[in-house]
């Protein structure tokens, strides 16, 4: 096997030409679905060879918790410098599992935040928020997704360009947008060669709205 056992943490070097091609050549959301798939199994496999190589490289050190035989010597035998790269995967491990926990915390602080500016609204499918600042988004929750859109961006906007910006966030709600951009942006904290991926995927999911 040799060098190939690395052969999962580097494959999302490709990431970038995957992410151009995907944009040119494929509707936006085939390609939202398509990268987010991608992205995900790379991480995926990157993150079991960072738990495989610490397995195989630490479990015959001194006072290792893991069991002898959880790294065979035909194993070791076939990864390069098996220790290096076993001590190696353990601070590669804790930043992966650090930097998505991270984001999914963040992720839900967001989320609970925005759910705490509409209370006391009435719980219509648009959400009109005073503010000076003109912006909208989609908000996805339960028992209901819902819009959200400022005073000054419906200020802005003319009948039937409120009409267009409802239907561009109606399709993100309805396309649930908002787990593939959940799901780079894990995969990019995995693996950062990933992204790549992680803007395409925001880019192509603007498009498809």
């Given at each position: 096997?040799?060098?190939?056992v690395f052969l999962p943490l580097v494959l999302p070097l490709t990431a970038w030409p995957v992410a151009r091609l995907a944009e040119q050549r494929l509707h936006p959301r085939t390609a ?178």
């Open positions: 096997m040799g060098i190939f939202t679905v398509l990268l987010t798939g991608v992205s995900s199994l790379m991480a995926l496999c990157s993150t079991v060879c960072l738990v495989l190589l610490m397995v195989v490289g630490t479990a015959q050190l001194p006072g290792n918790p893991l069991p002898d035989g959880w790294s065979d010597p035909e194993v070791r035998a076939s990864v390069p410098h098996h220790e290096i790269a076993g001590k190696a995967a353990i601070p590669a491990l804790v930043a992966v599992f650090t930097g998505c926990l991270c984001t999914l915390l963040r992720h839900h602080r967001v989320r609970r935040r925005a759910h705490e500016a509409l209370e006391g609204l009435p719980r219509t499918q648009v959400a009109v928020l005073p503010d000076p600042r003109p912006y909208a988004y989609a908000l996805p929750g339960r028992p209901r997704d819902r819009v959200v859109v400022s005073t000054a961006m419906l200020a802005c906007l003319g009948s039937r360009e409120r009409r267009a910006l409802f239907a561009h966030e109606r399709v993100h709600l309805a396309a649930r947008h908002h787990r593939h951009l959940l799901l780079v942006r894990l995969a990019a904290d995995a693996n950062p060669f990933l992204r790549p991926l992680r803007t395409a995927v925001a880019c192509t999911a603007v498009r498809s709205g």
